[in-house]
């Protein structure tokens, strides 16, 4: 039997890392293309995908503004890096058959169409992915901010925020061998443990409209289409 999709419209949330592989910065074009796979398995499914991107790889607002940059201005240059990704993830999905659309929150109309939220709808009623660049537009918010603002604003079912690591863990399971994986989390746990897997702006924005977030390991290959058909992988965050 085909297996489907148990969602109808879900967010997938991917940082601008994912896309680096182990060079840490700028695009693999082996990683996009295996990403890329990974999202036709998940369209085969019949769900109506839109993905918000990070741009880390490119650059990282935060981290410039630590080293003494304003925020704002670094912030606007992170977003401009979420559009340089998005188009390459576009270009990598069109060139495996899917259609595409890319919409920015900054208006930026002879490289991408500008984010309109109806116009959004209506091009994943058609079945395009549509990927949104450009976070929420404005400095001090982060790009699963903007993953979380748009998830409502599409109505996704879920967020789907794929990660480096299997899910949620107790501990760093980078530096603790022990550390222990959440299968479910409530939000008000995620923000009390100070468990570092979204700013606690998206956590509360999720929270307060009761919007579930599966957090997963995007490394490995055909999870998006395990969380998709409802394997209980990662850590659920309800
Ligand atoms: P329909 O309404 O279903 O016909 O959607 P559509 O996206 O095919 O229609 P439209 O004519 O709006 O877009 C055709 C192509 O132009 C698509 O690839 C869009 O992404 C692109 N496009 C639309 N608006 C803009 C814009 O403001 N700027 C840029 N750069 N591209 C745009």
């Not at 741009?55 to 979420?82: E, K, P």
């Not at 976070?135 to 993953?147: H, L, V």
């Not at 409502?152 to 990660?163: G, P, Q, S």
Request: net charge positive; proline share 2%.
């Amino acid at each position: 039997m085909k297996k489907k999709s148990i969602y109808q419209r879900v967010l997938l949330k991917l940082s601008g890392e994912a896309l680096a592989g182990e060079a840490k910065t700028g695009i693999s074009t082996s990683v996009i293309n295996r990403i890329a796979d990974d999202i036709v398995e998940a369209n085969n499914l019949g769900v109506q995908l839109g993905i918000v991107i990070g741009g880390g790889n490119i650059f990282r607002g935060v981290a410039a503004s630590a080293q003494g940059m304003d925020r704002a201005s670094s912030d606007y240059m992170g977003m401009l890096a979420t559009c340089i990704n998005a188009l390459a993830l576009q270009d990598a999905l069109e060139k495996k058959g899917l259609e595409t659309r890319v919409q920015t929150a900054i208006a930026m109309a002879e490289i991408a169409e500008p984010y309109i939220r109806r116009k959004a709808i209506r091009h994943l009623e058609k079945n395009r992915i549509v990927i949104f660049a450009g976070g929420t537009g404005n400095p001090f918010f982060t790009t699963d901010t903007a993953a979380t603002l748009r998830a409502m604003e599409i109505n996704a079912e879920i967020i789907m925020k794929a990660t480096k690591v299997e899910g949620i863990y107790d501990k760093d399971p980078v530096q603790h061998r022990d550390a222990e994986l959440f299968s479910e989390l409530s939000y008000i746990e995620v923000l009390n443990r100070g468990l570092a897997v979204m700013d606690s702006t998206a956590i509360s924005l999720s929270m307060d409209n009761k919007l579930p977030i599966v957090t997963f390991n995007l490394n490995r290959k055909g999870n998006i289409s395990r969380v998709l058909v409802g394997e209980k992988i990662g850590t659920v965050i309800k």
